[in-house]
Structure formats: structure tokens, C-alpha cells
């Protein structure tokens, strides 16, 4: 069997890690919502269009596979733990899964981006970070009156309390190839 080309999708904490990612081969794409995190001046943005140089392309997911990720990432719930930013790697790589033709992979240290992207099977590779080894589903609960709020509010509906993150549940992570 020929191995599928690979895809890398880098998020922003690769490009903040100021790593050269001589690593990639194939392909290599960002998001639009990645760039605007970039700001011209400064090392950073040095480093993105050094990237952009080496042929970076700037890739968007399309509407529908941001509206299937979403639905999905409820079901660990990380909706409210990941930016926009974050929510269009995940698509992004979602709709190269989806396509089937490139096997992407999300370039990537933080943590919320790795917890889907295990339950999703997607592969990752880290920066400056080991691999998460745990993977968890959260909920949101009330400071306050600890009532578990599944509305999508930023205050307890009950009590006026804010909301935190808790657990749900944690399991080894997957391996994925
Ligand atoms: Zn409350």
C-alpha cells in the first residue's frame, strides 16, 4: 500500500515556539484565524512569514466542517475551552480526514487541541511538549451552587456564580498512527 501524503496543520503554539518545524515534509498549512493572531513586527510574525516563505499555505475549513466539529467537540465538552483559532485547526484537519486523500497531521502544544483531536483519531506532533497521555471529558459546573450548566451561559443561572471546568471523566489517550 502507498502511504497517503502527509498534511501538516500548524497551530499557533508551534509557530510561538520559534522551532525552525524542520521536521515537515509534504504539505504544510495554517487557518486565516491563526494568521490574525500574528501581529506584523516582532519575532513571531518573523517567524510566520519565514514559514509563509518556505510555503505555508493558509487554508480554511469549509462552514459545514466547522459545524460538524463543533457538534462533535460538545460530546467531550471542549466548546467552551477552545478559541476560534483552535476550532479551525480541528476542522481543518477534520475535513482532510474526511477527504481521505492526505493524512493530516496537527502541529501542536496545547493541550484542549490534543484531547479532540484523540478522540477525533487524529495524529499530532508536539514542539516543545510531550504528548498528552491522559484524555479527558469535561463539564461545567457552578462555583457557587455546584448545579451542572449545560445552557450555553457565562454565568450560573441559578445563583449568578461563574462557572468552572470540572472532569467528567479521564482515560489513557489512544495511540494514533
Ligand atoms: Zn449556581
Redesign the pocket.
Known sequence: MVEKKQVFIIDSSAIFSGKPLSFIKDMFVTTSKIYDEFKPGGRDYRNFQLLIDKGLQIIDPSKSSINSLLNKIRLFGEEKRLSDADISILALSYEYQKLGDLKPIIVTDDYSIQNVANYLEMSIQTINQNPITKRFKWERR?R????KIIEDVDV?P????SIKHVIKKSSPVKKQI
Open positions: 457552578c457557587g451552587c455546584r448545579k450560573c441559578i445563583c449568578g456564580s
